[in-house]
């Protein structure tokens, strides 16, 4: 089959769409970002693009830290509220009806009505273009019985191009094809 050349672009377009904190209790921002990935097992790593201009940018640069928030699909209109405005005009947490928890490793909140919650230092950043990538060490986990259910959240919301989506049927578990052989 034929395949078709396109311009650079991001192409890989099936990733988390999470609520990400930063700031602190008495000052703060979250917003959805869906250039959000895991980028190494020890220490354990997570990576998050956000443009300079964005309010959030400030809160990471400031504090050093960040919460990726993992929303289940129950919480989607939370999600899309908090990436549709800036919290430069309004206060996000209002506006979404969202409610701020006290971590344990960090001064960011959290969102409590997240299954889970990770708290992050940032570790390095990097300028890339359009975005800066925050590298945050992963310092806390907190998980709610939605997320211990197999030590997995069951209903994560998926950005697929410009779309949420919940994940749908398990193919199969990693490393079945090895079991097969």
Not at 112 to 127: G, H
């Amino acid at each position: 089959m034929t395949k078709l050349v396109m311009k650079p672009s991001t192409a890989l377009s099936v990733a988390p769409a999470v609520l990400v904190t930063a700031g602190t209790m008495e000052s703060s921002d979250i917003t959805t970002l869906a250039w959000v990935g895991t980028l190494c097992s020890e220490p354990p790593s997570i990576g998050i693009g956000v443009r300079p201009e964005r309010w959030l940018h400030h809160f990471i640069v400031e504090e050093g830290a960040f919460v990726v928030n993992i929303a289940d699909a129950a919480h989607a209109r939370q999600l899309d509220v908090c990436g549709m405005v800036s919290g430069k005009d309004v206060d996000k947490w209002k506006l979404s009806g969202l409610t701020q928890e006290t971590g344990t490793a960090t001064a960011v909140p959290l969102v409590a009505e997240c299954p889970v919650n990770i708290e992050c230092v940032v570790r390095e950043t990097l300028p890339l273009g359009s975005h800066d990538l925050f590298v945050g060490e992963v310092v806390a986990v907190h998980m709610d019985e939605r997320g211990r259910k197999g030590g997995r959240i069951l209903d994560p919301i998926c950005f697929v191009n410009g779309r949420y989506w919940k994940l749908g049927d398990l193919i199969a578990p990693m490393g079945f094809s090895r079991k097969q052989a």
